[in-house]
C-alpha cells in the first residue's frame, strides 16, 4: 500500500500543501516544542510539506524528517533548508537508539498498515532519549481501505487504523505515559492527537505486566525504502 501513498502524495504535492496550511495544528506543536530542551534532536516521521519541519527548525531545534514522497521532500527543503530530510519508509527507519529528544507523526501513521503501528511506536520508544516526547495524530475511528477520489482530487490514497481506545492502549503499552489526548477535526474527518512522554524501563516494566492489545500480525507485508535499521525494535527480518 506504501506505493498507493506515495504516489497519491507526489501527484497533489503542491495543492495539499495549500491546504495544509489552513490546518496547522499550531497549538499542539506549541506545546509539544515548549517541552522541549533547547537545541532539542527532532525527528517528523511522515513530515510531509515540511509545516512542522519549518515550524520546529525555527524554533531551533535540530529537525530530522523522513517521507515516501519525493515531491512533498522537495517542498519541506524549500520551508526548510537547514533541515535534515531523507527518504525513507518509517518502516524502515535508520536511526540508533536514544538519538531524539522528540518524535512528531502527524497524519502519516494512519497511511501505513496497522499491523505495522505497534512495531513503528516500539521503534520510536527506542530511539527517543530517557523522558522524550511524542506527538503523534492516530485514527480516532476503526477503517482499513483505499479512497479512488480523496478529497475530491481524483487521486487514490490508503488509510489503515484502529480505533481510539485501542491507539491510546497501544500507545501505553509500547511504553508511553499519555500527557494528554483530544480529537481534532479537520477536512477529512475527526482524528487522535497524542502527546506522550517516553517511560523509564523500571516503571514499563511493571506496567507491561498487563494484559495487552489483541492485535494483527505485526510484520509489514512488503519491502519498501529505507536500509536495515540500527534501531533493534525496526530491524527486518529477511
Not at 112 to 125: D, E, G, Y
Amino acid at each position: 500500500m506504501s506505493s498507493i501513498v506515495e504516489s497519491g502524495y507526489d501527484r497533489i504535492a503542491e495543492w495539499y500543501d495549500k491546504q495544509r496550511r489552513s490546518w496547522s495544528n499550531r497549538k499542539e506543536l506549541e506545546d509539544f516544542a515548549q517541552r522541549l530542551p533547547k537545541g532539542a534532536e527532532v525527528l517528523d516521521a511522515g513530515c510531509g510539506a515540511g509545516y512542522a519541519v519549518s515550524f520546529l527548525a525555527k524554533r531551533g531545534f535540530a529537525v530530522t524528517g523522513i517521507d515516501v514522497s519525493k515531491k512533498m521532500l522537495e517542498l519541506a527543503e524549500r520551508k526548510a533548508p537547514r533541515a535534515t530530510l531523507l527518504r525513507m519508509d518509517m518502516r524502515r527507519m535508520d536511526f540508533p537508539s536514544k538519538s531524539f529528544d522528540g518524535i512528531v507523526c502527524l497524519y502519516a501513521i494512519i497511511h501505513v498498515p496497522r499491523r505495522s503501528h505497534r512495531r513503528i511506536l516500539s521503534c520510536f520508544k527506542d530511539m527517543l532519549k530517557p523522558n522524550g516526547l511524542l506527538l503523534i495524530c492516530t485514527g480516532w475511528g476503526d477503517y482499513v481501505g483505499p479512497e479512488d477520489d480523496w478529497l475530491g482530487t481524483g487521486t487514490r490514497m490508503y488509510w489503515s487504523h484502529f480505533d481510539k481506545e485501542t491507539n491510546l492502549k497501544m500507545i501505553k503499552q509500547t511504553g508511553f505515559r499519555i500527557v494528554w489526548s483530544r480529537p481534532s477535526r479537520k477536512h477529512d474527518g475527526t482524528h487522535l492527537f497524542v502527546l506522550a512522554k517516553k517511560e523509564n524501563d523500571a516503571d514499563f516494566s511493571t506496567r507491561s505486566r498487563l494484559p495487552s492489545v489483541r492485535l494483527e500480525s505485526q510484520v509489514p507485508n512488503n519491502r519498501s525504502m529505507g536500509s536495515s535499521a540500527r534501531c533493534p525494535v525496526c530491524r527486518v527480518v529477511k
